[in-house]
């Protein structure tokens, strides 16, 4: 880091202008929040005060050469990119912008399978061959893990004509993939290498995480500075860095994804978090883990919960363990992870990250406190003293995590003639849309891919559990190419 993080130039030059008395014949309507209403009255006008659109010197988004590239250049500096683009569409519109610049259709990516919504729908955008890989897959936590160096380098061997890799660093559950070996195989091949950092902004602040994508030599990353840093919900970073990705091309395609009235209250918030984690995120970092380090053995001590760490991480053979994540292991109290969800929220006003089949995840940042620790670990306590012993352990319960087999690329199935069918029905049929639950919004089924008896099983499961799914019917209903009135050139596209 090189540069002075203790400006602010967007969010300062923002805030002068909002408080200038000016007078606004301009969009937004709100004129600066001159007429009071709820919102005002609860934040304050000040919140519309920097509600601005594109006044005079403020710099413009989709062609920076003032205030918001100065800002772009402090935060790239402070990620060590050569380059950094704000995202007001969160990390998933950086993810469309990266790979719709850098794989066109029918080109090929390789790519685990237990990526985020967003990176399947830029595959159905740009058309692009995905190349899926396996992940590690934990059937007794019923969570996928990283893509091991041998799988992916299996699969570029296999598809030595690949254009693009993408690697999740880490996955929703902390786990890392050895982010640097295949890095480096994959510019040996003449591969772009792709990041998604949804929750990974925290690694470039602290010496005790693991490492970054652009410490590791990749080319793009997306991260979302909301998630796991402290800007505001939707904004994003995509960094660069080097030169196998063509700038010119990066910004247009960005600019296609971004409204022409981007919010200054978002890129406000991206400029401020940036001086933020520069200045205070390190020792914010380590001082939430020594927190956590603080309760881990109360924690671990609480009979029928277990935590994930570097071990776990370790044993299944990836490199490293994101310590910001606490996953926690219930269903040996009898219960599922949903469960442990609804108690600690009615029960406790705990409002964890999510939950899954047999665990509940947590997420650490600066901004968590003694006091949070404190609450959670009463909160288990009682949850355990309640369950433990009484009911069977979960372990059991029929559930296979697993991901189907793929007759196409999702978007020749997304554009194909489609039927709506009863669920019941569906089984070998080929889907036309995407269905996940959400968090963690990792598709269990995608546009191309076959119905199986273990989908259609896994999915009534997650209903009877009271999960939030992604789909497009919700109502026993789902999608299926109407593989009879297919033509070869739907197939072709
Ligand atoms: C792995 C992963 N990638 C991308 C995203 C999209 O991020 P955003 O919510 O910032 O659009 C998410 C969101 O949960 C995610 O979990």
């Not at 920076?64 to 800002?71: D, H, L, Q, S």
């Not at 160096?149 to 254009?163: G, I, Q, R, V």
């Not at 003694?370 to 559930?399: H, M, N, R, T, W």
């Not at 849309?433 to 076959?450: A, D, K, N, R």
Request: contains cysteine; charged residues 25%; glycine residues 6%.
């Amino acid at each position: 880091m090189k540069k002075d993080h203790s400006k602010t130039p967007f969010f300062t030059k923002l805030k002068a202008y909002g408080t200038s008395n000016v007078t606004p014949f301009d969009v937004p309507g709100h004129k600066l929040g001159r007429k009071e209403n709820d919102l005002t009255k609860f934040m304050g006008k000040e919140i519309y005060q920097l509600d601005a659109n594109a006044p005079r010197g403020l710099d413009t988004l989709s062609k920076p050469t003032g205030v918001i590239m100065e800002a772009q250049a402090l935060m790239a500096d402070a990620f060590d990119a050569d380059k950094a683009y704000f995202m007001i569409n969160g990390t998933s519109g950086a993810i469309l912008a990266m790979i719709m610049t850098t794989v066109k259709a029918k080109e090929k990516i390789i790519l685990p399978r237990n990526v985020h919504k967003s990176v399947i729908n830029a595959l159905i955008f740009s058309g692009a061959v995905p190349i899926f890989v396996k992940p590690d897959i934990d059937q007794n936590l019923g969570i996928a893990n990283g893509m091991s160096y041998e799988a992916f380098e299996k699969a570029l061997e296999e598809n030595p004509d690949s254009k693009a890799v993408l690697i999740i660093n880490p996955t929703y559950f902390g786990v890392t993939s050895d982010i640097k070996k295949i890095t480096e195989k994959a510019h040996e091949y003449g591969l772009v290498v792709l990041a998604d950092e949804a929750h990974g902004a925290q690694f470039y602040f602290s010496k005790e995480l693991p490492i970054s994508a652009m410490e590791a030599g990749c080319d793009l990353s997306a991260l979302s500075i909301h998630k796991t840093a402290t800007s505001l919900t939707q904004s994003s970073v995509l960094l660069l860095k080097g030169d196998r990705v063509d700038e010119n091309k990066l910004q247009s395609t960005i600019n296609m994804f971004h409204s022409t009235s981007p919010s200054g209250i978002l890129m406000a918030s991206l400029d401020v978090a940036r001086k933020q984690m520069v200045m205070e995120g390190e020792a914010g970092i380590l001082n939430a883990l020594n927190l956590k380090n603080k309760y881990l053995n109360r924690l671990k001590n609480i009979k029928g919960i277990e935590i994930l760490d570097k071990a776990y991480a370790e044993a299944r053979g990836f490199p490293d363990y994101d310590a910001t994540k606490l996953v926690i292991k219930v269903s040996q109290l009898g219960i599922t992870g949903f469960d442990c969800y609804r108690f600690l929220a009615d029960k406790y006003k705990i409002q964890l990250e999510l939950a899954e089949t047999y665990l509940v995840l947590a997420i650490i940042t600066m901004a968590t406190e003694e006091e949070d620790f404190i609450k959670l670990c009463e909160a288990l306590e009682e949850l355990s003293q309640v369950y433990y012993g009484i009911k069977e352990p979960l372990d059991k319960i029929k559930f296979n995590y697993d991901f189907p087999d793929s007759f196409c690329r999702p978007r020749v199935a997304y554009h194909a003639p489609y039927k709506i069918i009863p669920l019941a029905d569906s089984e070998n049929e080929i889907s036309a849309e995407s269905i996940m639950i959400y968090p963690p919004g990792i598709p269990m089924l995608i546009p191309g891919e076959y119905i199986t008896e273990d989908f259609l099983n896994d999915l009534a499961f997650y209903q009877e559990n009271g999960s939030v799914i992604f789909s497009e019917l919700n109502n026993g209903y789902i999608k299926v190419v109407d593989q009879e009135n297919w033509l070869w050139e739907d197939k072709d596209e």
